[in-house]
Structures are given as structure tokens and as C-alpha cells.
């Protein structure tokens, strides 16, 4: 988010899903489609059956892989330095969109003056790929206007996952395909509500609608809004959070809804800072590896026990229903606490979802303050949408006026991974989640039929290691990192290159999470959980 | 340029090139009939159910699949077309093992909806030999090829639609058969379990197997919702009895899916009736165990430690990480009451990429 909200102006996907199958060239960039965004990936899958050209870039051969007329299976973490390769063929050829370049954005020279050194030899060594495979894909998608970008967590999960962002920006700008339709940068969300959440500012810098804590304008505005004097400086993001817990200045955590046990970098240090804090309340709807650790749980309405709305990745607001009573006594989320407020001493007035958004988000937030509930009866409406008279908005940018009225060029250079295979751990390994569950399996592990097409992890390797393991398809192996080690059944796949291990965090055994390394963008401060090095010996 | 214009049941009116009979029927609010015909895929023209009449044309042609041409004159009504409608439904019922009083699709089955509007009451043709056992093998899909009226539409569903190319037809003639590469199980083939060939099957042949035996298709409401899984924020209809979720189902032409649904959305929903949900709130006690208690012991407690730590290392000793899952109107209370009530911007989530 922070990558495109300094490009662009803002920080969300650029696009919409109904361009998705029109597009005619789609580059998808660190995204496994098939798997984690399958509905994204049909459509993809139908442009192209349509005619439409894909470009692939990954390390492993994905399923959406399966469909590109190019797949371009660059090295873990070289993103960046493939990018710029792609640019530096584009402006040397003079392929680039000049006219657009001049009218809408700033910092061409710099860009072009950093794309420069990254020339097709050293770019193709860094990414592993040939210098012809390079030439021919900057050549590619240079060719058809508008391009679309698609990325995922491939992008971002790097400590240089900000400047990921950066470059796809970059090349997008270069080649003239923001602000159209069937162009733009798209992020696909890895969560329901991860667009919602930021636009309702669960971040510590930002009040809701993006609306800066340090800006005295906007804390006044809020100051008023809630009738109460509001804190100055910026607040913690959950690295520090963490930090804070290890070392003591932190001493109560309330964690809503979330298995951070099990999903973060580290399991063994994350447990220990959860087991420091002094006081720790959960939200939740069942038992989890992090409510063990909880002096207080509160028992939460689940989905569809409770009326309201999400955010979806194309800045959807859309409704969620509530169908059927919470068990026992459990409660809404919102109402858990608004209760907790009124015992601290602040009476709230909205009562229930509607209320909450009519009445003070929508009012609060510019740019979601045509959205009413009455409005989001079928399709519902994406942001911006300032007015009521307003039918929301598909594409940002249009015809490249950006947000923040010129696009950012950021000249960046490449930087590997915080940790790189070495002697004693010569492996890669990458991390993501697989189709037939959702991250801890707090749900999709109570769900009928969904164990039985998984039930266990494993750690995929490729046919080289594993002849080189000697290790079968179903062996037990051990893998270890310089933080832990699971024991898990090798799973031997053509998808996976060699010298890469892959591995998900849907089961408390055999968790990537044991092994991957609790370093951080810093800027977004998101985990690498893409490359970290560990070794693999038979069990 | 004058748009080209066909006469259907005697009446002008306008299309676009390119638009089929069936397209052009639609947009004017003529009804034709369906069966096979599977919006967004390549049309089959394979049920012969949606079969009219066009002046001058050698036989009754398929209008989802025959383009609309400029001076045409169709009628979609005819006697001719009515009895082949009725022949050809006869026929359907004849192929299969159609006996609805036990069929899970009884009351929502578009075959036994054009059996009651064309009269059906006897069948006059001997019924097929090939008989199949039902396939219940995979955790989530029943197929039961007795049922299947080979319309293809799992077929389009997969192929055209999702693009997995999992199923496609087997055999020939009388043994017909939608098959998986090899004729081989679906865990054991491409199938992703998205369910997209369940949704599309008019009759009782692919059915939801979590679904049998909850509810009859005419005792649910439907209450339609967002799925709770990854970012794409597909559009659903829950089926509600008695308080309990029996079955999802896709929102047809609702944005971004537009009718499609993955293995998460489609069958993910039966977490929320597990029994090891939390119904009460919980206090760690001395002995490290937690222990029921109220909602007003949980509350008060929680409310108490809050102001004594706030009170003696501030209001930034406290922090907070939302949801990325839940509603909006969750988020948006907690970063309330972290800034205007404890007094802290330490407010987080866990995917602030």
C-alpha cells in the first residue's frame, strides 16, 4: 500500500475484476492466481482464451503459469533488478510512451539514468533468467496498449517489498497504462478486508478514509467528530508491537480475530512476546494458538452472524448479511468494543453496523461519503464515491491524473534478500498458501470435506534437489532454518525450481513459520516471508 | 447506420450483429425456453429445448447457438415448435433415472419445471439400460450420471467458465458420459472442487454431498452476502433453514464473480455451526486455565486492567490489531476506541502491505 500510495497518490488496486477478461495483455507478477485468488484467475484464464497475450513472472511454475504464451521463472527477491532490466530494453529502444511520461509524471530522469545500469546481461544474471527471454518480454509488453499489471504477495512479502511495488509502478508509468481501462497496477488482496481495514484506519499513521494522525487539521477534524482530545504522534506498527512485548514497554495487547501464533515470522519469538505481555485480550470465534495465551477472550459473531461490510481488492464496498443467530452468548466485534468504551467512560451512539457506517464513516471519510447502506442493496459502489449522486469509481487515475497529480518515478536499485542461501543452508525457501485452505485453518479446518483434499504440509521441492536428496515424493524430511525446523512429507513437484523449498502456514505442524526470518520492509514493515535460507535432510 | 431488424412473433424489432436469436428474444422480453444454454459459455445447441421456427430454414433451428439475421422471421411458439419442445423433453426424461420424490434438485430442476409447463405425464418411450452407480467417492461433489441429461452445461462450466478443464464428454452414444481425463475419480483428476459444474447442472446429476438431506430447495430463504476468503469479495447466496447454513451458491451476473465461486466460498461456510465455536467469555483464572464468565465480569474486568496500566505506563503501553476478515464497522470501533478512548495510535492489522 505504501509503494503505491507514494507513486500514485493512492494505495489501492488501480482497476476492476469485469477488466480483468478484456484486457489484452495481462503481466502477472508474484501472484499464484489460481490458488489464492482463484475467481481472479478464471478470468484471467478467459482472456486469454479470448486471445488475450500473459506473461507469467515467478519462481515457480504456477497455475496460471500453466495458461501464459510466456513464463518468465525469475530468482526469488530479484524483482526489482528484472524490472529495471525490462525498463532499461524499453527506453534504450525508445519504446516507452514519452507523451504520457512528459504530461503526467515526474522523475524520468533519474529512473532513466538508474534503469541505465541495470543492462540486459546484469539484470538476466540477477533474475537467472537468459538476456534473450528479457529482451523479448520488455519487447512484449511494450506492444500492446493498454498493459495490465497484476501482483500479489510475491511482490510485497521482501524486505525491499515497497520498492517491488515502486518498480511495477514504474514500468507501468513508462509504458502509459495507468489510468485506463484494462491497464493500471492491481494488488490482489490476500484478505476479504485488507482494502477495509486500511480504509478504516486500523493503521497507526492514519484516522479512516486515509486521513493523516500528524495532520492537525484532520486529528481536529476527529477531535470534533468524537468529542475527545486525540493522541499527536504516529503509533506503533506490529513489528513494534512485537519488539515492544519482547522488551517490556508494551504492556497490554488486544489481538481481534487474529492467529499471530501461527502467522507470524518466528513462531518461537512471536509465542515468547505473547507470553511476556502482561495482559492479552482476544477477539475471537474459536480457540486458537493465540488465545492460549489470552487473560481475557471474548466470544465474537462470526461471518454471517452480523450485519455489515466489507472492502474488497477493487475498493468494493459491499454488503455482508447476517443469516443466521451467534451460538451462546457470543457478540459482534463492534459491539464488544463499544462496551468496552462506555466502561472507560465514552458513551457511543451508533447501535449497529448501519449506524456505525451511515452515521460516521461515511461522514468521516471523503471519499466513501456517497456510500450509504440503502445504496449497497445489489453490486454495492467503489471508492471514490464522494457523493450520494455519485456511482463510484472502476478506474483511478483516468487518463493519467493521478491522485496525487503527477505519477512518482522512483529510481531504485536491486538488493537481495535480508538472508540468502549460503553453506549451511543452501535452500530457498518461499512461503504462500495453498487452494484448499485459508491461512491457520481456524476455519477452512472445521469445514466439511476441505481437510480431506489436504490434511497435512508439506515441503515442496524440485525433481534436481530431491535426486539429489535422495529423497521420494512422501518421504518424511527435516527442514531447518537458523530460527527452527519442522519435520514434514516432501512433496516432489515439477512446479518448484531447484534450489527453492516451498511451504504454507495452514497447519500448526509442519508450519513454514518455525523457519521463515522476522525481517521487515522498512517502510511497510511487512514480514519477508518470501526467501529466507534453510537447509533439507531426509528424516 | 440503420441497425439490421428480424420479425419475431410477428413483430419488428432492432439487434446488434452478432447477437443469437435467443439473445435478441431476451433483449426484447420474448421467453424461450432453456436448457442447456449457459450465459457467458459457447453454446452447445445441444438439449434442442430452446428450438424455433424460422421461415425458410430446412428444420427448427436452435436459437442459443443460431446467429439472429437481418429480414429473419421467427416464431418461437409454433405448433412445430411446441410439439418437438415436448418431444424432446419426453426424451430427456426417458434417458435417466429421473424420479424426483428423493431428488436433492426437487422444486429447483429445470427439467421437471418444462415436464410441468409442457403437460408431461406419461413417458411413452422404454427406459435406457445404462444404468451408473452414484459416484459419492470425493469429500464434496455426488455425481449421478443416471440423472445426467448429457446438456453439457458442467462441461461449458468448467471450460468455458473457470477455465479448468477438468471434465469433458466420454464414450459414445448410449454410454455417453461426462468424464474427467481417464474417466478417473475427481480427486484423482484436474478437478479443483470449485464446484462451478454443481452450479450449472439443471437437473439432480452433481449435487452439494454436505447439502443431502438438509433441506428441500423450497424451505430455504436465501440471504445473499460476501465471502469471507481472499480479497476478490465474491458474491453469494446463503440457504438458511432453521438457523443453519445448508448450502452456498454463486450470485448470478453480481459483480466482480459474475456467477463464479472457488472451493473456499462455495464450500468453506459450515465452520461457523462447528461445535467448538467460543459461546461464553473467558477469564484466565490463577491455575493458568480459562473459565466462563459473564459478558459484565469479562467486560468490567478488561476495562479495569486497561485503566490501571494506561494509568501507570500511559496510554502508548497499549496496543491493538484488527481484523483484516471481519466487517468494516468492526475495524472502524476498534481504531475508535485505541485514539479517542484509550488514547493511543498503536492500532495495526495484520496485512498492512
Known amino acids: ?113 538508474k534503469v541505465a545500469e541495470y543492462t540486459p546481461k546484469k539484470a538476466a544474471k540477477i533474475a537467472g533468467i537468459s538476456e534473450e527471454l528479457l529482451v523479448r518480454v520488455a519487447r512484449q509488453v511494450a506492444s500492446v496498449k493498454p498493459a495490465m499489471l497484476i501482483y500479489t504477495l510475491g511482490i510485497t512479502e521482501h524486505t525491499c517489498g515497497v520498492n517491488n511495488v515502486r518498480s511495477c509502478a514504474n514500468l507501468q508509468m513508462l509504458l502509459g497504462n495507468v489510468g485506463y481501462d484494462c491497464g493500471g497496477v492491481n494488488p490482489l488482496r490476500g484478505q476479504n478486508n485488507v482494502q477495509g481495514a486500511c480504509d478504516m484506519g486500523a493503521l497507526p499513521n492514519v484516522y479512516p478514509g486515509y486521513q493523516k494522525v500528524e495532520d492537525k487539521a484532520a486529528r ?46 518466528d513462531i518461537r519469538h512471536v509465542e515468547h512476546c505473547l507470553e511476556s505481555v502482561e495482559f492479552l485480550i ?23 452472524e452480523d450485519d455489515g461490510t466489507f472492502s474488497n481488492s477493487e475498493r468494493r464496498v459491499q454488503r455482508v448479511r447476517k443469516a443466521v443467530e451467534p451460538p451462546g452468548e457470543a457478540k459482534p466485534n463492534w459491539w464488544i468494543f463499544r462496551e468496552v ?87 530457498v525457501l518461499s512461503t504462500g498458501r495453498r487452494l484448499y485452505h485459508y491461512h491457520t485453518r ?6 466439511g470435506g476441505l481437510n480431506d483434499l489436504l490434511g497435512q504440509e508439506t515441503a515442496d521441492i524440485s525433481l534436481a534437489d530431491a535426486a539429489l536428496l535422495g529423497v521420494a515424493d512422501g518421504d518424511l524430511v ?62 | 447506420m440503420a441497425k439490421p431488424t428480424l420479425t419475431l412473433n410477428g413483430k419488428v424489432v432492432e439487434f446488434e450483429p452478432g447477437q443469437t436469436i435467443l439473445q435478441v428474444a431476451q433483449a426484447v422480453g420474448v421467453e424461450i425456453p432453456t436448457l442447456c444454454y449457459l450465459k457467458d459459455a459457447t453454446p452447445t445447441g445441444a438439449c434442442r429445448i430452446c428450438l424455433v421456427e424460422v421461415k425458410g430454414a430446412r428444420t427448427l433451428v436452435a436459437s442459443c447457438a443460431m446467429p439472429a439475421g437481418n429480414g429473419m422471421e421467427i416464431q418461437t411458439d409454433s405448433q412445430a415448435v411446441h410439439t418437438s419442445r415436448r418431444l424432446n423433453i419426453e426424451l430427456l426424461l426417458a434417458s435417466g433415472s ?49 440423472r445426467c441429461i448429457l446438456c453439457g452445461r458442467c462441461v461449458q462450466a468448467c471450460n468455458d467458465l473457470q477455465v479448468n478443464r477438468a471434465i469433458g464428454y466420454g464414450y459414445r452414444g448410449a454410454a455417453s458420459k461426462i468424464v474427467t481425463t481417464g474417466d478417473r475419480p475427481y480427486q484423482e483428476s484436474d478437478c479443483v472442487f470449485c464446484g462451478q459444474c454443481v452450479e450449472a447442472c439443471p437437473v439432480g446429476a452433481l449435487t452439494e454431498k454436505k447439502a443431502v438431506g438438509l433441506a428441500r430447495s423450497w424451505e430455504t430463504k436465501q440471504v445473499r452476502t460476501t465471502c469471507p476468503y481472499c480479497g476478490v469479495g465474491c458474491q453469494m447466496w446463503l440457504h438458511v433453514k432453521d438457523g443453519r447454513v445448508v448450502k452456498v451458491t454463486a450470485v448470478e451476473d453480481a459483480q ?56 501507570k505506563h500511559g496510554a502508548d503501553a497499549i496496543a491493538g490489531v484488527s481484523c483484516a476478515r471481519s466487517i468494516n464497522e468492526d475495524s472502524y470501533n476498534m481504531q475508535k476506541l485505541f485514539r479517542g478512548v484509550i488514547g493511543t495510535n498503536n492500532i495495526d492489522h495484520c496485512a498492512r502491505t
Open chain 2, 98 to 146: 429421473h424420479n424426483c420424490l428423493t431428488c436433492e434438485k426437487n422444486g429447483d430442476c429445470k427439467l421437471q419445471a418444462l415436464a410441468y409447463r409442457y403437460g408431461i405425464t406419461d413417458i411413452r418411450f422404454a427406459g435406457q439400460t445404462q444404468q451408473y452407480p452414484k459416484d459419492e467417492s470425493n469429500p464434496l461433489i455426488v455425481r449421478d450420471f443416471s
Open chain 1, 442 to 447: 481456524t476455519q477452512t479446518g472445521r469445514c
Open chain 1, 1 to 113: 500500500m505504501a509503494g503505491l500510495a507514494a507513486s500514485f497518490g493512492s494505495g489501492a488496486m488501480t482497476n476492476s475484476f469485469a477488466e480483468f477478461d478484456q484486457a489484452k495483455l495481462l503481466l502477472v507478477i508474484g501472484s499464484n492466481t489460481t490458488e489464492a485468488h482463484p475467481v481472479a484467475g478464471a478470468f484471467i484464464k478467459r482472456a486469454v482464451q479470448k486471445g488475450a497475450q500473459l506473461i507469467v513472472v515467478d519462481p515457480r511454475f504456477t497455475g496460471i503459469a500453466e495458461h501464459a504464451q510466456t513464463f518468465v521463472p525469475i530468482k526469488v527477491g530479484s524483482d526489482v533488478a528484472f524490472l529495471n532490466g525490462l525498463m532499461h530494453v524499453i527506453i534504450k529502444e525508445n519504446l516507452q510512451d514519452q507523451a504520457y511520461v512528459d504530461a503526467h509524471t515526474t522523475g524520468f530522469n533519474e529512473l532513466k539514468a
Open chain 1, 282 to 304: 482476544c477477539n475471537d470465534i474459536f480457540p486458537t494458538e493465540t488465545t492460549r495465551f489470552a487473560d481475557v477472550i471474548f466470544p465474537a459473531a462470526a461471518w454471517s
Open chain 2, 256 to 311: 466482480p464473480n459474475r456467477g463464479m465461486l472457488c472451493v473456499k466460498g462455495r464450500f468453506g461456510y459450515d465452520f461457523i455451526h462447528s461445535p467448538e465455536r467460543l459461546t461464553t467469555p473467558l477469564i484466565k483464572g490463577e491455575d493458568g486455565q480459562h473459565h466462563p464468565a459473564t459478558w459484565d465480569q469479562a467486560l468490567d474486568f478488561v476495562a479495569k486492567r486497561l485503566k490501571e496500566i494506561k494509568k
Open chain 1, 341 to 427: 468504551a462506555a466502561r472507560l467512560g465514552k458513551e457511543w451512539k451508533s447501535k449497529s453496523g448501519q449506524e456505525i457506517w451511515d452515521k460516521e464513516v461515511s461522514k468521516l471519510a471523503p471519499a466513501l461519503g456517497g456510500i450509504k447502506y440503502s445504496r449497497l442493496e445489489n453490486d454495492g459502489l467503489q471508492w471514490p464515491c464522494p457523493d450520494t449522486k455519485h456511482s463510484g469509481t472502476t478506474c483511478l487515475h483516468k487518463d493519467g491524473c493521478f491522485t496525487c497529480g503527477m505519477g512518482n518515478f522512483q529510481a531504485l536499485d536491486w538488493t537481495p534478500p535480508a538472508e540468502v542461501p549460503d553453506k549451511k543452508y543452501p535452500l
Open chain 1, 220 to 265: 481536529a477534524k476527529f477531535e470534533e467528530a468524537w468529542g475527545v482530545k486525540l493522541p499527536k504522534k504516529n503509533g506503533l506498527m506490529m513489528p513494534q508491537m512485537f519488539e515492544g512485548m519482547a522488551d517490556g514497554s508494551i504492556k497490554a495487547l488486544w489481538v481481534f480475530g487474529e492467529n499471530l501464533a501461527n502467522t507470524e515470522p
Open chain 1, 478 to 539: 527435516r527442514v531447518s532454518s537458523r530460527r527452527g525446523q519442522v519435520v514434514v512429507k516432501a512433496k516432489v513437484t515439477p512446479q518448484v525450481p531447484q534450489g527453492m523449498v516451498w511451504m504454507a502456514f495452514h497447519f500448526r505442524e509442519g508450519n513454514a513459520n518455525w523457519l521463515t526470518n522476522p525481517v521487515y520492509d522498512p517502510i511497510s514493515l511487512t514480514a519477508e516471508y518470501k526467501a529466507c535460507a534453510v537447509k533439507v535432510e531426509k528424516a
